[in-house]
């Protein structure tokens, strides 16, 4: 994939603004909103009944920072241990990760704190590794703190927010927070290249992304 | 807390799972408003039961009215062949019927019969029972179960209430299951399968139907839902293989977008493409499912890319590619299904003489090797539901086969960046090792082949279709031009790639002829209506004291004059018995089967 990175330069020889590609993936146990989070990011949906994610999934979405785009290719892997195996091919390379717990749900935390501790050993040393306190919108359920939470994030330099797939709360803004936190540098990796995006310019792929961020 | 009440813990929250599911909707039920969903059953239910978004038409389509009436009369015959089952039904007879599609008010007892139920239940009477009592003592899986049953199907009227019936059903047999069959327990995706049965039978029933597919010879998905997954790896090796073989641009289009065929194909093997192609076409892929076994998932997963090979090469990001195969074809396959089953009977044929059909008995590890129904001892993290610290050696294995499919595919691309680049040099004087004139993708008859054969779609989109793969055509050698500094000739080298990277599959030997029906790439016409030649590919085996002269040579059309002498004794058979993919020609605004008279033409 690599030959996504194209020369800097449109035809009339105008430089455009930065377009960045990151690979990010999504893990927590099962059942705690992984793909509601991305369904409400990617297509500003939720779906009570989400179906059960088999294996993984793939979405893409565009956010917008100042002069840059940045294209994110989310892997929305499934929760339940069984399929722990197949994990690590979605999390090599990576650039960024979302670990998601359940804030009704103590142990769903407890797995959260494993995948951590798992991407610091196994994942790229550059990650950026956010931890997602989801179903926010059922507070009054809450079986983990806030404050518990953020501790742990504190601790592990995670960035960490609570977000509602189901109200849409903190959704964007928790892609959002991870975009402005990786570097854009402007040398180019390949795939799997670790810390730093791929950058791309419109005029292919990321030029049809382009278009509907900014909005 | 400590070990004791983590235990504790563990058991009281089974406890209470168990009960909500006996309690089921019964006064004091504790469903969450957000379980519920409100819905609306007269208008919008289909005849299966799913309920959809919008009102169903009121008026009847008439192609489904006169398949209800088909299917009516065939329920008379069903009725009778049904009644002397065991003694008087050929196995033609039955292959014809039940690729003609079970009548949907027969399924439950042809899946019975068709699985053996009776049998199997009248040998293991009390099990079931003994199973659920054990379930309710000792399971591990309740809550990953009871966050699935939550989910499963909630579109369908019969699983549409938190702990109604049927949702009852499905988790006592996929609890009672998991304590079966311990060495597999649950697994996300039997869910899927459990639910598609009990749509057509019973609780004790659909336990054993689920045993069968899992522990039966001809199904045997036990390997593909035990830990580290063995039978799913060889599978889509296989399926990879097929690929290779039959679609090699296809694959090549996959590989370029990083596009492993784990991604997409998952669902396809794990519960018989349920969710992945519309409902009504599942079943009839069921009904041959139950009746041949697993050849057909590999046959039909060939299939579908047959089928859409045309849309998938038009789409240029693994994003639309995924969402495509995955999302639209579930709501949209663009076929009807007596078409698609038409095509995937001769698909199963296909592979079949290219000894592909089947990727061979089950390995040590795919088979059950634990008794069944016996109660293990779980350890204490299955108890907690904590995850291991490491990966067992099983999973290690799946982890690096799955890793090392990627690489391998990327490697291969690569290989083939720097191939190409060599050969297009060696072979611009036509005297290189191997070569071909195949500008096309595949074969481009895959959506004309469709039309033909009474697709829904118009004939309008077929012209539509084909301007388009002109122009899909160009882009791509466009941007392989530019990424890997090719010219427009680079497909010259496309078949010397191939063969090189068929690491140990035999696909593609020296010496081998394909048939490559295409449509007006190399002979770009005034009008994309125009009958398209067929382009057989010829490979030579490179001898260097005695070099052939081959020319390439279409259906109708030749391209170049045939050599006019070959040395003594050199013959070169052309052999056509693709006859899948007849070249359509267009007729009055009509399509017409073309067929190739004679299928091996000597040239000497």
């Known amino acids: 994939m690599a030959n996504r990175t194209s020369a800097a330069q449109r035809p009339n020889g105008s430089t455009q603004g930065k377009i960045c590609q990151f690979k990010l993936v999504l893990l927590g146990e099962s059942a705690v909103g992984k793909s509601s989070l991305v369904l409400r990011f990617v297509k500003g949906q939720f779906h009570e009944y989400q179906e059960s994610t088999i294996g993984a999934a793939f979405l893409t979405q565009t956010v917008c920072l100042d002069d840059t785009t940045v294209k994110f290719e989310i892997w929305d892997t499934a929760g339940q241990e069984r399929y722990h195996s197949l994990a690590p091919m979605y999390y090599r390379g990576a650039q960024a990760a979302i670990v998601v717990y359940d804030i009704t749900n103590q142990d769903t935390f407890a797995r959260a704190k494993t995948w951590v501790k798992e991407l610091q050993r196994q994942a790229s040393p550059n990650i950026v590794i956010a931890l997602a306190g989801n179903k926010q919108d059922l507070a009054n359920k809450r079986m983990v703190e806030y404050e518990e939470a953020q501790a742990h994030a504190e601790e592990n330099g995670l960035l960490f927010m609570e977000t509602s797939a189901k109200t849409a709360m903190n959704v964007n803004d928790i892609f959002l927070a991870i975009a402005k936190k990786l570097p854009k540098n402007e040398q180019t990796t390949g795939p799997g290249g670790s810390g730093q995006g791929r950058r791309l310019v419109e005029g292919d792929s990321g030029a049809k992304a382009a278009g509907n961020c900014c909005k | ?604």
């Open chain 2, 1 to 604: 807390m400590n070990e004791e009440d983590l235990i504790r813990r563990s058991s009281e929250e089974r406890e209470k799972i168990f009960r909500r599911y006996e309690r089921g909707r019964e006064e004091g039920a504790e469903i969450d408003p957000w379980e519920d969903p409100s819905f609306e059953v007269y208008h919008a239910t289909d005849r299966y039961g799913f309920i959809h978004d919008k009102r169903l038409s009121s008026k009847v389509d008439p192609q489904e009215a006169k398949r209800n009436q088909i299917e009516l009369e065939r329920v008379k015959k069903w009725l009778k062949m049904l009644k002397s089952w065991n003694s008087s039904v050929s196995k033609e007879k039955l292959h014809k019927r039940i690729y003609k599609g079970i009548p949907n008010s027969l399924r439950p007892q042809v899946w019975c019969k068709l699985l053996n139920l009776e049998k199997i239940k009248s040998e293991n009477k009390g099990t079931y029972a003994e199973m659920t009592r054990l379930a309710r003592l000792h399971s591990t899986d309740a809550r990953q179960i009871d966050s699935d049953v939550n989910r499963q199907f909630r579109e369908h009227i019969i699983y549409r209430e938190r702990y109604g019936i049927k949702q009852q059903s499905l988790y006592n047999v996929l609890t009672a299951y998991a304590m079966y069959n311990s060495e597999v327990g649950y697994c996300q995706g039997m869910s899927g399968l459990a639910g598609v049965l009990l749509m057509y039978m019973d609780e004790e029933d659909a336990f054993w139907a689920t045993h069968v597919l899992l522990t039966g010879q001809k199904y045997m998905m036990h390997g593909l839902y035990k830990e580290g997954f063995p039978k799913l790896t060889r599978f889509l090796a296989h399926h990879d293989r097929i690929l290779h073989k039959f679609m090699p641009k296809l694959k090549k289009h996959f590989d370029k977008h990083g596009l492993d065929s784990i991604l997409y194909s998952l669902k396809w093997f794990f519960v018989c493409f349920v969710e992945r192609v519309p409902f009504s076409l599942c079943l009839r892929i069921w009904d041959i499912y139950l009746l041949d076994g697993e050849r057909v998932i590999t046959a039909m997963a060939f299939t579908i890319l047959k089928l859409h090979k045309r849309n998938i090469t038009k789409l240029h990001d693994m994003d639309s590619i995924v969402h495509f195969i995955q999302v639209k074809l579930y709501k949209d396959f663009m076929y009807d299904d007596d078409t698609v089953i038409q095509s995937l009977e001769k698909t199963i044929d296909e592979l079949k003489r290219s000894k592909l059909d089947h990727p061979g008995p089950p390995l040590k590890d795919e088979i059950p090797s634990r008794p069944f129904g016996v109660l293990m001892q779980p350890s204490f993290e299955q108890i907690v539901g904590r995850r291991a610290e490491k990966f067992t050696e099983k999973e290690q294995t799946t982890n690096e086969i799955v890793t090392m499919r990627r690489e391998e595919a990327r490697d291969a691309l690569e290989k083939e960046s720097r191939e190409s680049q060599l050969s297009v040099g060696d072979s611009c004087g036509l005297a290189g090792s191997k070569f071909s004139f195949d500008p096309s993708i595949d074969d481009a008859s895959s959506l004309l082949d469709c039309q033909h054969t009474g697709s829904r779609r118009s004939l309008a989109d077929t012209s539509v279709t084909s301007t388009a793969d002109l122009s899909v055509f160009s882009t791509i050698t466009r941007s392989q031009a530019h990424e890997n500094s090719l010219d427009t000739h680079s497909n010259i080298s496309e078949s010397s790639v191939g063969a090189i990277s068929s690491v140990g599959s035999g696909i593609m030997q020296s010496g081998s002829i394909q048939k490559q029906p295409l449509s007006s790439h190399s002979t770009p016409r005034a009008t994309p209506h125009n009958p398209s030649p067929d382009v057989v590919r010829i490979y030579v085996p490179y001898s260097p004291t005695d070099t052939p002269t081959v020319s390439p040579q279409n259906g109708d059309v030749i391209h170049k004059s045939p050599p006019t002498s070959f040395p003594e004794g050199n013959k070169i058979r052309i052999r056509i018995d693709n006859d899948d993919f007849p070249t359509p020609l267009v007729e009055h605004g009509k399509i017409k089967h073309f067929r190739i008279e004679h299928h091996e033409i000597d040239l000497k």
